[in-house]
């Protein structure tokens, strides 16, 4: 397998990538994907509408920043974009509308607490005064001329809850109780227990972590633990509950479709990855395990998260076993994704043999960013795939869920992992900082 040392030259080579394409425009700001082919005369890039978020701006830059101080010294010139990323998010938040964790508020939160702490205190004031009994209303298009409250992590309540949770601070209550309460108001009565769609009324559900009920189950038991709201944990379990009912326990693991019915998009109908299949949803059942939650319908929590982890196993990824299983190597949709959350298992469970084959497995997914990287006198990036283009081969991604920031953040990791142990600090984050123990989460330190 791949040394540590060669994991950390390629994250530190694909952070290099990344920071030649930083731009500035009253503040920073980083376009998503970047072309061989210079701009024609006259079409110069601009900062798009997203620009600070940590999807796909310069927010997600700031868990790239907290990796990289956890082995080293910011260079000069990361001090400056870090500085430059605390102003702009900073003095843009009062005017902010939307407030989700990968699009808004919320995400500039993570941004702010890892950066500068106690300036976090700014986008969550915000977040408060913009909350509604109802949750938060989107700016962004889920459906065309709507802006109801979503349900989701990534552009909705849950997002928040989890965000207020995590940061804390004299907002976190009232906005954890405010979308925890909305949340339970959305909720749709199963045969088997809750269910959430992405927006309330939704046909089509994405029933795993990023957009369904695993991830809003999750926020609700975190919350409740944090609250100590019995309601919100007992929603938790009859959400999970749920999930149980429309997944899959053969094989000694654990699956759930893509989406519920099939989606009319040429995708697989069981995916692998952190948004949309186990090992983003793995995060459930630890989230119920840090709520005092035993078990559900009959089944240890503990055992429903390695459940989740022994599919991954089995899938295959990340080999590329045909066209449309596993084109991505990013966070959201990934690789990358993937080997975070082995991590943090393997941590979770030092010391044990279980710890030791998801290690393994986290570098493997290490091996294939290695193999997979395009170097050159810039840097390193990849190229994901889409099968269903022609030519399929996309161009390089710089942000952290699609692209070279997330990536790098992930092989940084892996290496220092190799380099100091299972006690390594962990760089936690609003959706995933109950996986790992708390002596271990950087915020908490």
Known sequence: MVTSDAYQELGEAAWSWVLKQVLDDKGPWLPETVSDSAPEEGQEPAPPKDRDSLYAGIAGLAPVLAEIEQYRAWSDGERTLAAGIVTRLSQEAAGRTEPSLYDGLAGETMALKLLAPGRESIPLRRLADLATPEGWKTTLEFEPGSDAPLNDIIMGSAGVVMTAVWAGGEFAEAIATTGGEALLRTADRTEAGLDWGMAPGTVSRAPNYSHGTSGVAAALAVAGAALHREDFIEAAVRGAQHVLSV?????????????????????????????????????????????????????????????????????????????????????????????????????????????????????????????????????????????????????????WMQGAAGIAAYLLRLARFLETGPEAVVVDRPDQWWAVPPRLRATAL
């Open 247 to 399: 997944g899959s326990l053969e094989d000694g693991g654990f699956i759930v479709p893509h989406t519920i019915p099939p989606s009319k998009r040429e995708v697989e109908p069981v995916t692998y990855t952190w948004c949309h299949g186990p090992a983003g949803t793995s995060h459930l059942f630890s989230a119920l395990s840090h709520a005092g939650v035993a078990e559900v319908a009959g089944l240890d929590v503990g055992e429903l998260r390695q459940r989740c982890l022994t599919s991954i196993l089995a899938s295959g990824v990340p080999e590329r076993l045909r066209p449309g299983f596993w084109d991505n190597d990013g966070r959201c949709c990934g690789t990358a994704g993937v080997g975070d959350v082995l991590l943090d298992a393997a941590q979770d469970g030092a010391g044990t043999p279980r710890a030791e084959t998801l290690l393994q497995a986290a570098r493997t997914m290490g091996d294939a960013l290695v193999e997979r990287a395009i170097r050159d006198e810039a840097g390193a990036r990849w190229r994901f795939l889409e099968h269903r283009k022609d030519p399929p081969l996309l161009p390089p991604g710089t942000t």
